[in-house]
């Protein structure tokens, strides 16, 4: 079965928020603060508002009246303070796009700037304990004695790991088209992960009652949590629509996005491992400093992973923020485990190295029995079998690990290992289900940003309903639509699914329609650790004149419980470790510490992977039967695909080089060195 | 304004445009065609890529006003009728997407890439036509980025199309 | 994007008499665009050259004359190029994507401005953009920037791939303009940047690049290597574009050098080819020419690497072409 939106996708008929078409549309752009801290003087609006084809200028002069318990992001226009640089400050509505963008780089605006301090440091004074980290997780979690772990350790590992600022960049820019209708109610066509989220957040922010909004998204270009928040563009396009009297539309610029939809914090990472005589973890110690912006607190969950990983009788792992002036960080694909495994499986690859082991080897040997940080047991764990499978599928050698011997011609050529885990979760969802015809129609607010959400309810629908999947049409991406929750945490198909298969289960009973409301089964779910899990391997080619770095094999395999969709599931592990591949090699967000801004704020400056990076990547599964998760026994698969990829190319350009590369990502300055005493 | 003439998939248009448009948002913005993606304006992307005059280009850094008499064909425009062209065909049948934000531009670039022929960057010898391997697609598909990170699936549809 | 007039010449003579100050052409418009929607370039008129008739490639007096419009991609896979200047096909080949090269013309190429980051944001200073203003990259973010012959107020390096290699081939650009008619010998079209650096080029205005010239092949053999942070679709780091004539008694006959990702212009290594004119042609000879050449060189606090990149560049090329 192919993508059911497929032949839409590729005839261009697939409709994105900017382009649904009302008459009338009007043009919104955004003015973005050129200080990172300080306060607005002055805005010259008349200067403006005289160029012909300009309708309107929104900014703090005249301050719309918004909703107080909202994220204060979205909380546009408000006052005269600035908190970071990029910041929506004011807007520009105008006939056209050509006038709206014109007017809005035309608009002067003086500024009181103030000193700022965008420089995440490890000593920083302002560091501070967060009351918990994402999704309300503890902070800091110890038991144990670490400092008698190391002190008793054979062969300990101490070393700081660096992760930078890193953009989703999905390919599709924040847009949104917003309609107000003659009673008052409120269409908003945006680009989100959830639209019955989108939907709360627009009408707490405009003060509006919510079934006063409906948002409307039936394709979404990628988001990767970026649009899993609402972002100020919906909330501009609203304002502009309501001060133009007529429907206006938004797009953000890439260059735009880079400060007003969400980041990945950069994260400084220290590492402590102690291991005794036969490689078992004596202690572990994760120590993690990140950073959160003036306006509200985002706690990545940066050491997530560490807690759930390895046995270990000695654990400590703590994160500590500081507040910058910076955009307010924001999620992205696998947030917490991906730049802590980072970190942790780079630590477990040196410790491999310093104790003489089998880096495979020494995995096995720490897997724990039961979820370390809690004690509970695992659902499933097939972190071995992964490893056993990747090893073998790989042709991993473990014989041969001295790092930076082995030659092809001019390329260094090294192999990597790394583990992946990430949180199999869901939530409560509402779907309905009805005969339509011959066939039947599935209902529910889920949404497809390219994981194939469609596809997979249509799925488990004609599954459970026990008919062919070309009989069910499953309509998504609407808040008007029975309530779910958003495409994030790798929870969609667990979260919908659920409801899904009750709608459909109701619909059998009923005869002629059926409803599902998963609130309390999954309230009803048992206490168990539920993780998916993975062993990623990567081989790398390094060039020894220029230090260029090739990725010419990777391989994931990964226990994800039951896979709905192999097409779907292969595509996303792919994604996924694509966009690792990216982070290991390219991906990183410069930050200008005297503007205060991210500077390299475009994709010609900030480098995603392109076809010409990214060789034939496998990914492959082994069957997991776990009968603790769901209806469908389906573990998310839409983040544990970037989890460890980068540590197992920084391990193979170890491997490789002998050079162990502590701070993403691995450009060539970091691997060179003159090369000419150095002729085979 | 200017007045200006184009063909549009076969069909001709004549429009009156402020200067400062640029194709891509003729397309979108006036002629309907949303199937050319705007990702990030100033040909980075590589999601606004039609056909000029039957060559790949992206539309957003292309001023409308200089298209003058010039044949757009956009991914509204790939299809025969309602028989997909074999390369949309094969982007079904090989998952070459997820969110198909960046597809219309894969495609359009595909067909151009395929008529173009000649070397690439990576070819050995200059003076001879490689053969399309999968290293040389994925060398010039390079212009046209996917954060989805469905590179593998775009190179195997674009081979079943060559091959 | 301001309003700005758009007219299109039909031969070199409008294009020149249209001119006017406030007036750029506008070539494929891949990089000029892009300007124009950062607010970097703000013209009142746009004069379109991209249909003149200088769009053809043509053998002469044993070399090629390339017409300032013809596309890159048509310079790239034209068979005289691809048999007889495979180096040069090779640097256009190497740069940006399909599609900007599909676009792109051979003088548009030429004339691309930096991509330094201060210059491309118009919220910041920048002596090439608003001379005076001063340069935010020399003691910022200079990862990408140049390490040989630039000035206190400028370090910008020029993005082209295909002026790396018109350099290494001793190339002339054909200009006509309001002073008339001349001829400029590559490397010599773009400048270093001294106190004026938002002068790209000797160009003056109104001047109007017709044609490139490229005299026969030198003897040898040649070739283009490009390295960059990402596989395809990016500026380079360092590139190298390298001619080697080896006698039979396995001196060095002839080299030419051009490295670009260097400096403000194509860098033509003048002083390596001239420590290798005559000397054995082999690895240690080719490391100490590169060190003649490097000794040059001034990295800044953040791209010191880039001297080791080049070195490294030059004495595995040289090796190549063995």
């Known amino acids: 079965m192919n993508r059911v939106e497929g032949l839409d996708k590729v005839t261009g008929r697939a409709t994105y928020a900017y382009e649904h078409t009302v008459p009338g549309v009007a043009y919104a752009h955004a003015v973005p603060s050129t200080i990172a801290r300080g306060r607005i003087r002055s805005i010259d609006t008349a200067a403006v508002l005289a160029i012909p084809g300009v309708l309107a200028v929104l900014s703090g002069d005249d301050p719309p009246e918004l909703g107080e318990d909202v994220d204060p992001e979205l909380r546009l226009f408000q006052g005269r303070t600035v908190a970071y640089h990029g910041q929506i400050v004011a807007a520009v509505v105008a006939e056209t796009l050509e006038i709206a963008r014109d007017a809005a780089g035309a608009l002067r605006i003086e500024y009181d700037a103030e000193p700022h301090d965008v420089r995440l440091r490890p000593d920083h004074p302002g560091l501070y304990r967060p009351e918990t980290v994402n999704p309300g997780l503890p902070t800091d979690v110890e038991y144990g004695d670490v400092a008698a772990g190391l002190a008793s350790a054979v062969v300990t590992v101490d070393a700081t790991y660096t992760t930078p600022v890193l953009h989703n960049n999905p390919i599709e820019p924040h847009a949104a088209l917003a309609v107000w209708e003659e009673d008052g109610g409120l269409t908003v066509y945006d680009s989100t992960q959830g639209a019955s989220a989108d939907r709360d957040a627009i009408a707490a922010v405009l003060r509006l009652p919510p079934e006063q909004v409906r948002v409307v998204s039936p394709h979404v270009g990628g988001g990767f949590g970026c649009k899993g928040t609402t972002r100020p563009s919906a909330i501009l396009a609203a304002l502009a629509a309501r001060a133009a009297g007529r429907p206006v539309k938004v797009a953000v610029t890439r260059q735009q996005m880079f400060d007003v939809t969400g980041y990945r914090t950069p994260t400084i990472q220290r590492l402590r491992l102690g291991a005794d005589a036969v490689g078992r973890l004596t202690a572990v110690a994760h120590d993690i400093v990140e950073q959160t912006s003036t306006v509200r607190e985002f706690a990545e969950q940066t050491a997530a992973g560490t807690r759930v990983m390895y046995a270990t009788p000695n654990l400590r792992t703590t994160h500590r923020l500081v507040r910058l002036d910076v955009p307010t960080p924001s999620w992205m694909r696998a947030p917490g485990e991906c730049p802590g495994m980072y970190a942790l499986e780079s630590a477990m690859d040196e410790l491999a190295h310093a104790a003489g082991m089998d880096p495979i080897e020494l995995r096995v040997v720490n897997e724990p029995d039961t979820e370390p940080e809690s004690g509970l047991p695992f659902s499933s764990r097939n972190l071995i079998a992964c490893l056993r499978e990747g090893a073998h599928r790989f042709g991993w050698d473990p014989r041969h690990r001295d790092p930076g011997v082995r030659r092809d011609g001019r390329w260094l050529v090294g192999t990597g290992v790394a583990a992946s885990t990430y949180p199999s979760r869901r939530s409560a ?40 999947p070309d009989r069910v049409r499953v309509e998504v991406g609407d808040s008007a639509l029975p309530r779910a929750p958003l495409a994030g945490g790798s929870m969609g198909t667990a979260s919908w699914g ?95 510490e005297r503007f205060g801004d991210f500077l390299t704020d475009d994709l010609a400056q900030y480098h995603v992977a392109a076809c010409a990076d990214v060789p034939d990547v496998e990914a492959v599964w082994i069957d997991e039967d776990d009968p603790h998760l769901n209806p469908m026994g389906a573990k998310g698969i839409g983040e544990i695909g970037i989890v460890g990829t980068a540590a197992a190319i920084a391990n193979a350009v170890f491997h490789a080089t002998g050079r162990r590369v502590r701070d993403l990502p691995i450009t060539p300055d970091k691997l060179l060195g003159r090369s000419s005493d150095d002729r085979a | 304004m200017v007045e200006i003439t184009l063909r549009v998939n076969g069909t001709e248009h004549s429009v009156s445009i402020d200067t400062r448009v640029s194709l891509l948002d003729l397309l979108r913005e006036r002629l309907g065609l949303t199937g050319s993606k705007k990702g990030c304006d100033h040909g980075q992307c590589g999601a606004c890529t039609v056909l000029i005059d039957g060559r790949r280009a992206n539309a957003c850094l292309a001023l409308a006003v200089a298209q003058d008499g010039r044949e757009i064909t956009t991914i509204e425009g790939l299809a025969d009728g309602s028989d997909l062209h074999p ?77 | 994007m301001k309003p700005f007039e758009y007219t299109r010449a039909r031969d070199a003579a409008e294009a020149v008499g249209a001119y006017r100050p406030g007036s750029m052409y506008l070539g494929g418009g891949t990089n000029l665009v892009d300007l124009m929607r950062l607010g970097v370039a703000r013209p009142d008129l746009l004069v379109d050259v991209s249909r003149l008739p200088y769009d053809r490639i043509e053998e002469a007096d044993g070399g090629l004359r390339v017409g300032a419009a013809v596309r890159n991609t048509d310079l790239a896979v034209h068979p005289v190029v691809r048999a007889r200047y495979p180096m040069l096909a090779r640097s256009v080949l190497s740069g940006a994507s399909g599609q900007v090269r599909a676009m792109a013309t051979v003088a548009g190429n030429l004339l691309q401005r930096t991509r330094c980051p201060y210059f491309q944001d118009v919220s910041k200073p920048c002596n090439k953009r608003e001379p005076g203003s001063g340069c935010p990259a020399i003691d910022g973010h200079h990862h990408n920037l140049a390490i040989l012959g630039y000035s206190e107020h400028c370090v910008a390096t020029h993005p082209s791939d295909l002026a790396v290699a018109l350099a290494a081939l001793d190339a002339r650009v054909l200009v006509t303009g309001p002073g008339g008619d001349r001829a400029i010998p590559m490397p010599g079209l773009h400048r270093l940047p001294d106190d004026r650096p938002d002068r790209d080029t000797v160009l003056e205005p109104g001047d109007l690049i017709t044609t490139v010239e490229l005299p026969p092949p030198p003897p040898g053999v040649s070739r283009y290597r490009k390295v960059r942070e990402r596989a395809s679709f990016a500026f380079a780091l360092v590139s190298i574009a390298a001619v080697l004539d080896v006698s039979d008694d396995g001196t060095v006959r002839d080299c030419r050098l051009a490295l670009g990702g260097v400096a403000h212009a194509p860098w033509r290594a003048y002083r390596a080819e001239e420590a290798l004119r005559g000397a054995p042609a082999r690895a240690e000879e080719f490391a100490r020419a590169a060190d003649a050449e490097l000794a040059q060189a001034r990295p800044l606090a953040h791209n010191g690497y880039k001297v080791p990149l080049a070195h490294n560049l030059i004495v595995r090329t040289l090796q190549e072409l063995l």
Not at chain 2, 110 to 126: F, H, N, R, V
């Open chain 1, 498 to 592: 659920s409801a899904v298969v009750k709608a459909c289960e109701g619909l059998l009973k009923n005869g002629e329609h059926g409803t599902g409301d998963t609130t309390e089964d999954v309230e009803a779910d048992s206490k168990l650790a539920r993780h998916a899990f993975g062993a990623q391997f990567a081989e790398v080619r390094v060039d020894v004149d220029t230090g260029e770095v090739r990725v010419s094999r990777l391989l994931g395999v990964f226990a994800a419980g039951r896979i709905v969709d192999p097409v779907l599931a292969r595509s996303q592990l792919i994604g996924g470790m694509t966009m690792g591949l990216g982070m290991a090699l390219m991906e990183g967000t410069v930050v200008d």
């Open chain 1, 429 to 468: 969802a509402q779907a309905d289900a009805a005969i339509d015809g011959d066939g039947f129609v599935v209902r529910i607010a889920a949404a497809d940003i390219g994981t194939g959400a469609r596809t997979a309810l249509t799925r488990i629908a004609a599954q459970t309903l026990g008919v062919s």
């Open chain 2, 87 to 163: 390369l949309q065909a094969a982007f079904i049948a090989r998952d070459a997407f997820q969110c198909g934000y960046c597809t219309p531009g894969q495609l359009c670039s595909a067909a151009g890439m395929l008529a173009e022929g000649g070397p690439s960057a990576i070819t050995g010898d200059l003076a001879a036509d490689p053969p399309l391997t999968r290293e040389e697609i994925r060398e010039r598909m390079s212009g046209n980025l996917c954060r989805c990170g469905a590179y593998v699936n775009i190179v195997t549809a674009i081979e079943d199309v060559s091959g």
